[in-house]
C-alpha cells in the first residue's frame, strides 16, 4: 500500500492469491489493483513468494491492457499507477474463467484422451470454468452458466452476455495471438475474466493478463516455454529454480513493452484529380487517421498532366515505405487506371460519384483493360478500411484495430436486438 501514496485509499474490497483489489475514496467507480511478491500453482496447493513479482506481473499486464485498449477493446484498465499497482473501473466480477486454446496441451490432454500434444485448433477452442477452489474449478457448459441467472451491478448474465464474452475471448486470444507472433512466441492458449462496470453496467475485460494467464512457447517450442507452467512443472522448489523462473517473468514483461511497438510502416497516399474532390478525401484520410496510418493528399490529374502523375508516383515508390494509393477522380477516371498500370503497389478506386451521372461514370472505374488490378470501393470509408487491411497484413497494430472494431460491430448489432426485443416485449 505504501506505493500508493498520492491516493487516498479505502477498505480493500478484494483479496486473491496474487492481488488485493482497494478502493478509491477521492474517485468513487474506481479501484486501486495492487499485486503481490506471490506465485501459486493447483489453486494455491503450491505457494512461494518471488521477490519482483509484483513489479513484474503489473508491468506486464499494464502493457497487455494498453495494446488491447489502443486496438478498441473495451477493459477495466485505466492507467498503471505504481511499479506494483493500476488503476482500473470498479467492477462486479463474472465468477468464470474464459479458456482459449489455439494448441493442444496441459490439461485439455487429461480432459481428452486420445489427442495428441501439439493439436492445433482452428478455430479456437473455447472453455469457460467456474471460479470455485474448494471443487478446483470445475468446468462448465454454457447451460450451466445460463442457468446460473448470475446478477452482476444490476446485470443479469442471458444468452446476449455469454455470447458477448465468447465472441470478445476469441477476438482478443487472436489480437494477443498476432501481436505475439512479432516476437516469434506462439499463444498457446490463455485465461480471461470479465466483470460488469459497476457505473456503466457493461461488460468489460477485467481482472489482469499476466505471466500466469498464458502459455508461450517461443518459436512455437514447448521447451524453451516462459509462463508459469515452468514453476508448475519444478519437481522440488529451490532458490535456484526460483531464480530461473523470475527470469522467464522478466524475459516477458521486457518482450511485451515490444508489443506496443509497430513492426512495419505503411502510408497511404490519395491522389484527386480536383480540389473540388477534397471533401470526399478528407474522409479517407480521417478513417485512415483512426487506424493510426498516414495518409497524404496530392492533386494530379492522369488526364491533364499524366506525367506530373507518375512522377508523384515515383516519389513514393522511391523512399521504401510501403504505400496504397487510393485514386479520387469524378467523371472519367483515369488516375486509377494509369496508377494500375506503372505500379506494382495496390491501387484503390473511390471515385466521388454524383447524382446526375454517376450511374455512367462508374464504369470507368469498374472495366479495366487486361493487365490492370486496382478495385474500386465507393464509401470513402471503406476505401480507408481496405487499405488499413492491406497495410494490417505487415504492421500488427492496424490488424488489431481492425479485429477489434469487426468485435465492437458485432457486438453494437448484438446489443441493439436484445433492446429492441425488450421494447417489443
Not at 29 to 34: A, D, E, N, P, T
Request: hydrophobic letters at 40%.
Amino acid at each position: 500500500r505504501a506505493s500508493a501514496q498520492y491516493l487516498k485509499i479505502g477498505q480493500k474490497l478484494n483479496e486473491g492469491k496474487t492481488k488485493q483489489i482497494f478502493e478509491l475514496v477521492d474517485q468513487p467507480g474506481l479501484v486501486l489493483v495492487q499485486s503481490k511478491d506471490q506465485i501459486t500453482a493447483g489453486n494455491a496447493v503450491r505457494k512461494d513468494q518471488m521477490e519482483g513479482k509484483a513489479a513484474i506481473a503489473n508491468k506486464t499486464t499494464s502493457c497487455v491492457f494498453k495494446l488491447l485498449q489502443e486496438s478498441g477493446i473495451k477493459t477495466a484498465f485505466v492507467k498503471q499507477h505504481s511499479d506494483t499497482a493500476f488503476i482500473a473501473a470498479h467492477c462486479e466480477m463474472i465468477p468464470i474463467e474464459w479458456v482459449c486454446r489455439r494448441v493442444a496441451t496441459g490439461s485439455f490432454l487429461k480432459r481428452n484422451p486420445g489427442v495428441k500434444e501439439g493439436y492445433r485448433f482452428a478455430p479456437l477452442k473455447m472453455e469457460m470454468f467456474f471460479k470455485d477452489d474448494a471443487n478446483n474449478d470445475p468446468q462448465w457448459s454454457e447451460e450451466q452458466l445460463l442457468e446460473a441467472k448470475f446478477c452482476l451491478a444490476g446485470l443479469t448474465i442471458g444468452q446476449c452476455e455469454v455470447d458477448i464474452m465468447n465472441r470478445s475471448t476469441v477476438a482478443i486470444f487472436e489480437i494477443l495471438e498476432k501481436a505475439w507472433a512479432t516476437q516469434n512466441c506462439t499463444l498457446v492458449d490463455m485465461k480471461i475474466e470479465f466483470g460488469v462496470n459497476v457505473k456503466t453496467q457493461e461488460i468489460v475485460l477485467a481482472d489482469v493478463i499476466d505471466n500466469d494467464s498464458w502459455r508461450l512457447w517461443p518459436a512455437g517450442d514447448r521447451s524453451q516455454q516462459k509462463d508459469k507452467q515452468v514453476y508448475r512443472d519444478l519437481k522440488e522448489v529451490t532458490p535456484e529454480a526460483m531464480q530461473m523462473v523470475k527470469k522467464n517473468f522478466e524475459w516477458v514483461s521486457e518482450r511485451v513493452k515490444l508489443l506496443l511497438e509497430p513492426q512495419a510502416s505503411g502510408r497511404v497516399v490519395v491522389l484527386m484529380g480536383s480540389t473540388s474532390d477534397m471533401a470526399h478525401c478528407e474522409k479517407i484520410r480521417k478513417a485512415c487517421t483512426s487506424y493510426r496510418i498516414p495518409c497524404i493528399l496530392r492533386v494530379t490529374s492522369a488526364h491533364k498532366g499524366p506525367d506530373e502523375t507518375l512522377r508523384i508516383k515515383a516519389e513514393y515508390e522511391g523512399d521504401g515505405v510501403p504505400t496504397v494509393f487510393v485514386a479520387v477522380a469524378g467523371r472519367s477516371n483515369g488516375l486509377g487506371p494509369v496508377m494500375s498500370g506503372n505500379t506494382a503497389y495496390p491501387v484503390i478506386n473511390c471515385p466521388p460519384l454524383t447524382p446526375d451521372w454517376g450511374a455512367q461514370d462508374v464504369w470507368s472505374s469498374l472495366r479495366m483493360p487486361s493487365g490492370l488490378a486496382c478495385s474500386t470501393v465507393l464509401s470513402p470509408e471503406a476505401a480507408a478500411q481496405f487499405a488499413a487491411q492491406i497495410v494490417g497484413l505487415t504492421d500488427h497494430l492496424v490488424w488489431c484495430k481492425l479485429r477489434a472494431s469487426m468485435l465492437n460491430t458485432w457486438v453494437a448489432l448484438k446489443l441493439a436486438d436484445k433492446k429492441l426485443q425488450a421494447c417489443s416485449l
